[in-house]
């Protein structure tokens, strides 16, 4: 029986066995014993201000703290992303805080690695120094041979940039099971960094494209932002269109429902392509003077240049200039002769390309009426009010209110050319980075990404083990699963040294990555392991050497953005206790760790680096020969932004609120010149070189199918599995959870205490299964044949097309924990990495074809 709330705090250590003592793990919280009578004269409250550890966004928070200790979180009415309110996640996690089954103390392993752990309790000087002297003897070789695996890394500039760069680490995050093909279609083809989201305060129309309206995040943003804005946004009579194998909570908000096939979602947008040109709501202002549409494409693909500069058929003068040649009035559409070759103009390429993906196409690949493709289509146009500008702030802008909402989706096989294709539906229209369209982020800006993809190059063996610039992955997100890959078979990815040792930030990888199987047999080849976690994770009890337990919320983070898109906001987390039994803040345990390793000081040390990603001023630099506090860092980062009061301010006031983003920093079109000089790209030159790169460098089709210079469809590798395996498997997430991190939260567990699989009635009915049957599920790997299978219980909704399963990202046994047993699996067990599930930018799949019978 699950204990419930009232009582989970007298857990006892039932998983604690495998330990040499539970009272390591899951000892007593000897620091919350009551406290006699005569307390009860006098007693000190406090409210406190904070943000969240637990969710994606960082949400103001209100800490109740009693005599040192919090008793009850709320929203912080001043914050712009949440207003006062708090998902379950907010809420819920002051009982991670108090959890009597945190890891208490330093942790180092007695056993051999892959079973689970036995320990014995060290001090922090011990496993510090266990750690920084295994980096001091692999710098001493080649520090990349340091890996630094990260799940959340709340202050990106620190821990990313500054802390790896003094270690001379190698970093590698999670982005490759997030969104990452998104966002590197994003920077490649708009120029900003994100995947997509509406302007909603002035969008009209907008794609819900595997967004889980209610029950999930979206770009940039986890969750309370997001609804808040798009319930106003219906209010003012906003139309949705969901499109999803999955309806999830959509349902009330949504005006209608494409239930498209998973992995089709990039045929969809070529025939969303091919119903605009034919209609001819075609924003040619746009496309001819912002994206590289009027280009001349010569017929080996590449652009016609003249001394350098990229040519453009000019109408006035009926000759080829350079594209930002003074007075010449370009053509959108054509073929021509221009120095002796047969040029077509880069428009003129794509509209003869989607030619083939009509509507009546698309119906059978994604399952979509042709004539639904087409309304949508319709009212695209509709909506778009191309030619449209609108006043703010005494500023004119283009005004093209049609968007979407995508984040999560992208990670599919076809992903990265899936959402290029989603990017130039809005392209055509007029609406990337317009107001009212298509945002890719919270405020516009080039990432170096769009320049350094389109010039990046096919680099001769032996490659680094994340194969970045290799000719598997010219393109590289950095995918853990295919480090995996590369320590058990070095020599099929020609490489020839291998991480010797892996620091592990608030990751679980052995649960929250795909392809379990395979990271497990990796992760028990690499040397050395440290884990820096507030629990004993999958990954710490099976792999890790070390153990380092982490604070949760008691701890300084930041600086944190907080602004909700419109109005701009910059918080902390801030400590609303002192940390309980042994943890400490990241901050603090790199500081302690940097120094032993003897990269805490001194020129690009951790310091110094520190004074660099937060533009500390004199005379509030850091002294590069003296240890500071983690409060003192951050009070100086204050005082260098002008607030006289420095840290304090944020401890008195909780948000520093700076007042409405401006339309000229929102918008693309704001910038001056527009999209800030570049040239949006409609015709990918880049990946077409690099094709043809990576062929004569003997890479395998399978690497180099997809780098074509415009999405082009094929069908998705697991559609050549056997057709027993007659369903696809698809994973979301539960607002309850983030990722693999939060199940063993005590309340948190208590909404959602086990795993189900989303299974569509009739199919049910089909194979005589009922809501609550325990079910089997068996994938099959497309390319090796490989199947793998899991066991949970069936939940029955007709919200789910008939030949889909669904199975949220969670459980899995997350940590060694009470509160884990029983939950059942996770899916990631079912899916796999590599050919025919890993393609173009090394970003990883959640769909597979999968069979599903009652057990």
Not at 70 to 98: D, E, M
Not at 173 to 179: D, E, M
Not at 448 to 458: D, I, K, L, Y
Not at 721 to 737: G, R, V
Request: charged share 20%.
């Amino acid at each position: 029986m699950r204990v419930g709330r009232r009582t989970f705090l007298k857990s006892s250590a039932a998983a604690g066995g495998a330990l040499a003592g539970s009272r390591l793990l899951f000892g007593d919280l000897g620091t919350l014993e009551a406290r006699g009578p005569e307390s009860k004269l006098a007693y000190t409250e406090e409210r406190l201000p904070t943000t969240c550890w637990l969710g994606k966004q960082d949400c103001g928070i209100i800490a109740r703290r009693v005599d040192g200790r919090v008793v009850s979180l709320a929203g912080n009415p001043a914050h712009p992303r949440n207003k006062g309110t708090l998902c379950p996640k907010g809420v819920a996690q002051i009982s991670a805080v108090y959890d009597p089954n945190r890891v208490k103390t330093p942790l180092v392993r007695t056993n051999a690695k892959g079973a689970p752990g036995q320990w014995r309790e060290a001090s922090w000087d011990e496993a510090l120094g266990l750690v920084a002297d295994k980096i001091k003897e692999i710098r001493a070789k080649d520090p990349t041979l340091i890996l630094w695996q990260k799940g959340r890394s709340k202050q990106e500039a620190i821990y990313d940039t500054a802390l790896v760069g003094a270690l001379g680490a190698t970093r590698v995050g999670h982005g490759t099971y997030c969104s990452d093909a998104g966002y590197r279609a994003a920077e490649y083809t708009i120029g900003a960094h994100g995947n997509g989201h509406p302007d909603f305060r002035h969008t009209r129309y907008v794609l819900s494209w595997g967004w889980n309206v209610t029950n999930a995040g979206g770009n940039k943003f986890c969750w309370i932002t997001w609804n808040q804005q798009l319930v106003a946004a219906r209010e003012r009579g906003l139309k949705l269109v969901a499109i999803d194998p999955n309806l999830r909570g959509a349902g009330p908000f949504a005006d209608e429902w494409l239930p498209i096939k998973p992995g089709t979602d990039l045929a969809l947008a070529l025939a969303l392509c091919n119903a605009i040109i034919a209609q001819g709501t075609l924003d040619r202002e746009y496309l001819v003077n912002y994206t590289n549409a009027p280009f001349l494409v010569q017929e080996d693909g590449a652009f016609l240049r003249a001394e350098g500069r990229e040519q453009v058929w000019d109408e006035i003068t009926a000759s080829a200039k350079a594209f930002d040649a003074p007075g010449i009035k370009p053509a959108l559409e054509g073929r021509v002769n221009a120095q002796g070759r047969n040029v077509r103009t880069a428009f003129q390429v794509f509209q003869e390309h989607v030619a083939q993906y009509t509507p009546e196409w698309a119906e059978p690949v994604c399952g979509i009426p042709a004539e639904q493709i087409r309304r949508v289509a319709r009212e695209l146009g509709q909506n778009a009010l191309i030619g449209s500008t609108i006043l703010l702030d005494g500023v004119e802008l283009p005004y093209r209110p049609v968007s979407m909402m995508f984040y999560h989706m992208s990670q599919q096989e076809l992903g990265f050319q899936a959402s290029r294709a989603m990017f130039l539906v809005f392209m055509l229209l007029g609406a990337s980075e317009a107001v009212g369209g298509l945002q890719v982020d919270t405020s516009w800006s080039v990432h170096s990404g769009f320049r350094s993809m389109e010039n990046a190059t096919v680099n001769n063996p032996p490659y680094s083990y994340t194969l970045s610039g290799s000719k598997f992955f010219p393109i590289n997100s950095v995918n853990p699963g295919m480090i995996a890959k590369v320590i058990l078979d070095p020599q099929k990815y020609e490489v020839n040294k291998l991480p010797e040792m892996a620091i592990v930030h608030m990751a679980n990888v052995l649960t929250s990555f795909t392809d379990q199987p395979t990271m497990e047999e990796a992760w028990k080849k690499i040397p050395f392991v440290a884990v820096i976690d507030p629990w004993l994770s999958r990954t710490a009890d099976l792999v890790a050497d070390v153990v380092l337990p982490a604070a949760t919320m008691e701890k300084y983070e930041g600086p944190i953005g907080a602004g909700d898109g419109y109005d701009d906001a910059t918080v902390f987390r801030l400590p609303i206790m002192e940390p309980l039994f042994q943890s400490r803040g990241e901050m603090d345990i790199y500081l302690d760790l940097t120094e032993k390793a003897g990269r805490l000081t001194g020129s690009g040390g951790f310091l110094d680096r520190l004074n660099t990603v937060l533009s500390l001023k004199d005379p509030y630099k850091l002294e590069l020969g003296a240890k500071p506090t983690v409060r003192d860092i951050f009070d100086r980062w204050a005082k260098s932004q002008g607030l006289t009061d420095g840290i304090r301010f944020f401890e008195t006031n909780g948000v520093w609120n700076k007042g409405a983003v401006s339309p000229r920093k929102k918008y693309g079109y704001g910038q001056d010149p527009p999209f800030s000089g570049i040239r949006q790209r409609l015709y990918g030159e880049g990946l077409l070189r690099l094709q043809k790169e990576m062929q004569a460098k003997g890479a395998a089709q399978a690497y180099w199918r997809d780098y074509t210079p415009l999405p082009t469809w094929r069908p998705p590798t697991m559609w050549s599995s056997p057709p027993k395996y007659d369903l696809t498997l698809t994973s979301y997430k539960k607002i309850e959870f983030k990722q693999s991190r939060a199940s063993q939260v005590a309340l948190l567990a208590e909404l959602a205490p086990e795993q189900r699989v989303a299974i569509n009635p009739a199919t049910a009915r089909a194979r005589g299964i009922q809501d609550g049957d325990t079910v089997l599920v068996e994938s099959h790997n497309a390319v090796t044949g490989e199947t793998r299978q899991i066991r949970a219980k069936a939940a029955l909704t007709q919200t789910i097309r008939p030949d889909v399963v669904g199975m949220p990202h969670h459980y899995g046994g997350v940590a060694r924990h009470p509160w884990t047993q029983g939950q059942g699996p996770t899916p990631n067990t079912l899916f796999f990495t590599g050919e025919g599930y890993v393609t173009n930018t090394a970003d990883n799949t959640f769909h597979v074809r999968v069979r599903v019978e009652k057990a």
